[in-house]
């Protein structure tokens, strides 16, 4: 059952940018999500991911309203969560902005349902569209987990925290 609330205009006194630097303040894990088919296939760094049900296995991510993966996603029906590790802040980055990195420039397979996964993520979860919801500036996507597998050998992960892409440990030294 989908519960709707109309959300309230933020008070004058929080604004986007003040929003933003307190939550910089909420350590993440760093992803790289795909999608396509074989009319295209793009992604796009996120963090705003999280896992939200294990029966059965669901889980969350945000996408800009604008984002050049939303439509892919929707045509394509489903979409892939890469968890990046420490040394893969490069390819983070290079997803990261509004002219980010093509797929096709970036080693990558296809799982078995057809989406896109980076080659050397930390693990990976393939995911069935589930619903799509309103959420802001942005569209908040289930997905159903149809398919996973991790690194044979753990590494670091890649975090964000206060602005700054870096590995697990050297957060934990500031």
């Given at each position: 059952?989908?519960?709707?609330?109309?959300?309230?205009?933020?008070p004058p006194?929080?604004d986007?940018?003040a929003l933003?630097?307190?939550c910089?303040?909420?350590?993440t894990?760093v992803t790289v999500?795909?999608a396509?088919d074989?009319?295209?296939?793009?992604?796009?760094?996120v963090?705003?991911f999280t896992?939200?049900?294990?029966?059965p296995?669901?889980v969350?991510?945000?996408?800009?309203?604008n984002?050049r993966?939303l439509?892919?996603?929707q045509?394509s029906q489903?979409?892939t969560v890469?968890?990046l590790?420490?040394?893969?802040?490069?390819l983070a980055?290079?997803?990261?902005?509004?002219?980010?990195?093509?797929?096709d420039?970036?080693?990558?397979?296809?799982?078995?349902?057809?989406?896109p996964?980076?080659?050397g993520?930390l693990?990976?979860?393939?995911?069935?569209?589930?619903?799509e919801?309103?959420?802001?500036?942005?569209?908040?996507l289930l997905g159903?987990v149809?398919?996973?597998a991790s690194a044979e050998e753990?590494?670091?992960?890649?975090?964000f925290f206060?602005?700054?892409?870096?590995?697990l440990?050297?957060?934990s030294?500031?």
């Amino acid at each position: 059952m989908i519960h709707e609330t109309q959300l309230e205009p933020l008070p004058p006194e929080i604004d986007g940018a003040a929003l933003r630097q307190v939550c910089g303040h909420f350590a993440t894990g760093v992803t790289v999500i795909t999608a396509g088919d074989d009319e295209g296939a793009a992604g796009t760094t996120v963090n705003s991911f999280t896992s939200v049900s294990l029966e059965p296995p669901l889980v969350l991510i945000c996408l800009h309203e604008n984002s050049r993966l939303l439509p892919v996603v929707q045509r394509s029906q489903g979409f892939t969560v890469n968890f990046l590790t420490h040394q893969q802040e490069r390819l983070a980055w290079a997803f990261a902005g509004k002219q980010t990195a093509r797929l096709d420039e970036v080693d990558h397979h296809r799982a078995p349902s057809g989406q896109p996964v980076l080659n050397g993520a930390l693990a990976h979860l393939e995911c069935r569209l589930a619903a799509e919801y309103d959420g802001g500036d942005h569209s908040i996507l289930l997905g159903e987990v149809i398919g996973l597998a991790s690194a044979e050998e753990p590494e670091a992960p890649l975090i964000f925290f206060q602005g700054a892409m870096r590995g697990l440990a050297a957060a934990s030294a500031r």
